[in-house]
């Protein structure tokens, strides 16, 4: 069963949006007996063809890549909008699903042809199956969209299936989401500091701020979940807002103490730079705490500096300005192209800690890490080895220059209370 709907953006038939939710009501309920699967897909980079080219080029996109999914024997189609279709696949079959649905990711990683213009148009996936989970026409709509939007976060042609492994981390993630207000206001989300240890000197004298808080019903949550569930809630800002205003209360306080450190780092999150207000915001703390700019750093890593690059370019630029300390953290991951970091402002780099791994474990790896910090060295860029765990790393790395070494071989994160020992120590 096809819907066209010709060539005119955002144009759509309500009348056959519900004959596909009547077929869904005939598969989905208590006491179905009916197996196979339904299928969501969304064109997610549709909209730039059709504004590069003009809507008529968008329309016959369409028309081809309808005539695939029109050609598949075993699935029912519906054109449900523009960019979306819903498939459904009846049969028990689990290896018959695959086959299709592997079928559909496979072509949309070529070229669709259009006139003679080849074009890449991607494509985010999600599955559920019946009988299962959902119940009713409206729990599939929900749940398919729930899986879509996780295979937007996680890349192109990316198929996320909502099953029982989907559910139970969705869940962890609304319980999350639903608690962060409440430790905002309370004081729940508690700051450890993990300090970098400075081969020259001998001591330790930078500071990395990292979160976590105590969630009912999950127990301590780290940063690499908080962050995330905040960008997807909303509520990045917020939490964002209390680490930075965290961060500088700490270097009030080690200045207030006459203790010898560089600086305090706190992660930022590229949707952080996206608001009008963030670096008025940031010298606002900074002006309220009463401490200098430049003990003060913000780290960036550097999947998430490219993915909204110019904006991210232009606050680092401001930042930098002010005296605040950029450092670019995952360091060597390959993504971030040479011309980026020499334009940006950047005054350190951290090389992420899969590097450090294969140092010993991959033929290559020790020699790739010397190149890094040869490269950043010639740059005059500080650099800090993140994830050292072994006395031969740390050994080997200070060999090849490397000044600045964090991980679990020197120190764990540790509360407040027990920094300034840690400081002081040799």
Request: aromatic share 10%; with cysteine; glycine share 8%.
């Amino acid at each position: 069963m096809t819907v066209d709907y010709g060539n005119i953006r955002g144009r759509f038939d309500p009348p056959l949006i519900s004959t596909c939710v009547e077929r869904l009501e005939g598969l989905f309920g208590e006491g179905k007996k009916k197996k196979g699967a339904v299928l969501k897909l969304y064109l997610n980079n549709f909209k730039s063809y059709n504004d590069s080219f003009g809507f008529k080029f968008g329309g016959l996109l369409i028309d081809e890549i309808t005539a695939f999914l029109e050609a598949i024997d075993e699935a029912d189609i519906y054109h449900i909008r523009g960019v979306e279709y819903v498939l459904i696949i009846e049969t028990s079959s689990r290896a018959v699903i695959k086959t299709i649905i592997d079928s559909i990711l496979q072509r949309f990683e070529e070229a669709w042809h259009v006139n003679s213009i080849e074009c890449m148009c991607s494509v985010n996936a999600g599955v559920i199956y019946f009988p299962g989970h959902a119940n009713t026409p409206d729990e599939v709509i929900e749940f398919l969209e729930l899986a879509i939007s996780e295979s937007s976060r996680l890349g192109l042609n990316y198929l996320v299936e909502y099953d029982e492994e989907f559910i139970k981390k969705h869940r962890r993630k609304s319980v999350i989401a639903k608690q962060i207000p409440n430790c905002l206001k309370t004081g729940g989300i508690e700051m450890l500091f993990r300090p970098t240890f400075k081969c020259s000197t001998g001591r330790y004298s930078r500071i990395d701020c990292r979160m976590r808080m105590f969630c009912e019903g999950l127990g301590l949550v780290g940063e690499a979940e908080i962050y995330p569930v905040a960008e997807q809630s909303g509520q990045i800002n917020s939490v964002g807002s209390y680490a930075i205003s965290k961060a500088c209360e700490l270097v009030s306080d080690l200045i207030k103490q006459k203790q010898d450190f560089e600086t305090v780092a706190i992660k930022i999150s590229p949707l952080q730079f996206l608001q009008d207000r963030f670096v008025r915001d940031v010298a606002e703390m900074i002006e309220e705490a009463g401490i200098p700019a430049n003990r003060l750093a913000f780290e960036v890593d550097e999947v998430a500096a490219q993915s909204v690059f110019p904006r991210t370019h232009m606050c680092m630029h401001e930042l930098s300005e002010m005296g605040i300390e950029m450092i670019l953290t995952d360091f060597g991951t390959g993504s971030f192209g040479v011309s980026n970091i020499l334009s940006m402002s950047i005054d350190v780099v951290k090389i992420t800690r899969s590097l450090i791994w294969q140092m010993d474990n991959t033929p290559n790896g020790a020699s790739v890490v010397d190149g890094l910090i040869i490269f950043a060295n010639k740059l005059g860029l500080k650099l800090i080895a993140d994830g050292v765990e072994t006395e031969a790393q740390a050994k080997m790395l200070a060999e090849f220059g490397c000044e600045y070494q964090q991980g679990r071989f020197f120190v764990n994160a540790v509360p407040a209370n027990e920094l300034i020992p840690i400081l002081k120590s040799r």
